[in-house]
């Protein structure tokens, strides 16, 4: 017995919305496995279970379905970091962690990594995602981050420093631990994914919330405008002087 033609509708309907994610999984999967420039609509198209032309009913072209990867899974990360930036009540050191915290548990994920893998494997052969990716990720998560430390220096909870530098220094050792553990397979004895304890997500979650730890230790302590035992003890700079 067919379904009652309402009911049909329905489950149409829920099918026909559910298309364009289903074409974005099948289309990472593929990314991951053989890299972008390699991969074929009609191979999306085959994985998602669509005709070709149905792929193309939802995305121009093989670019664009990467530009909506970015857009579904790393875009909201820059959004809630630009959020989080502009909340001028909190103390700057609070902030700071939860965006870095935010940003670190994120790219945990390792489909959400390897959007900025893919792009920056392919940003030669195409300099257009590269500098989507730019304009719409990178350039919204530097700026919140510069806000914060710029605004934790004015009000006297970090040292004098250059914001512009000094957050590269926030992102640098997140990067350095996103390449040695996921690139390189080096990571750091004892975390779970060395031991293969859990899930691979629970194990990249677990070890990065390590990293995490001892990542923001390091850094808030040496932003402090004071050290933790409230004594003007920082170290000297690099010209022999006290940071001004």
Not at 64 to 87: C, H, K, S, T, Y
Not at 122 to 150: C, D, M, Q, W
Request: hydrophobic share 45%; proline share 7%; net charge neutral.
């Amino acid at each position: 017995m067919s379904a009652p033609p309402a009911l049909s509708r329905r489950k149409f309907r829920r099918r026909a919305e559910a298309r364009p994610d289903e074409v974005l999984d099948a289309a990472l999967d593929l990314f991951i496995r053989f890299g972008f420039a390699a991969t074929r609509v009609e191979d999306i198209a085959r994985r998602a279970g669509l005709s070709k032309g149905a792929v193309y009913l939802y995305y121009p072209s093989k670019q664009a379905i990467m530009q909506a990867l970015i857009e579904r899974a790393v875009v909201p990360i820059a959004a809630r970091a630009e959020e989080l930036g502009r909340n001028e009540g909190d103390d700057p050191r609070r902030t700071l962690a939860a965006i870095v915290r935010m940003l670190g548990g994120g790219v945990a994920d390792p489909r959400i990594a390897a959007i900025p893998k893919i792009i920056i494997g392919e940003a030669g052969n195409f300099p257009e995602l590269a500098e989507s990716y730019r304009r719409k990720v990178i350039e919204r998560g530097l700026g919140a981050l510069t806000a914060v430390l710029r605004r934790g220096v004015e009000t006297g909870h970090f040292r004098a420093l250059d914001p512009e530098l000094a957050v590269r220094n926030v992102v640098g050792p997140l990067l350095a631990h996103l390449l040695l553990a996921q690139v390189f397979g080096l990571r750091p004895a004892g975390d779970p994914a060395t031991a293969g304890d859990g899930g691979a997500e629970d194990d990249e979650g677990a070890a990065m919330s390590r990293f995490l730890d001892s990542h923001l230790d390091i850094l808030l302590n040496g932003l402090l405008a004071t050290a933790p035992d409230g004594s003007d003890d920082r170290p000297d700079d690099a010209s022999g002087g006290r940071p001004r």
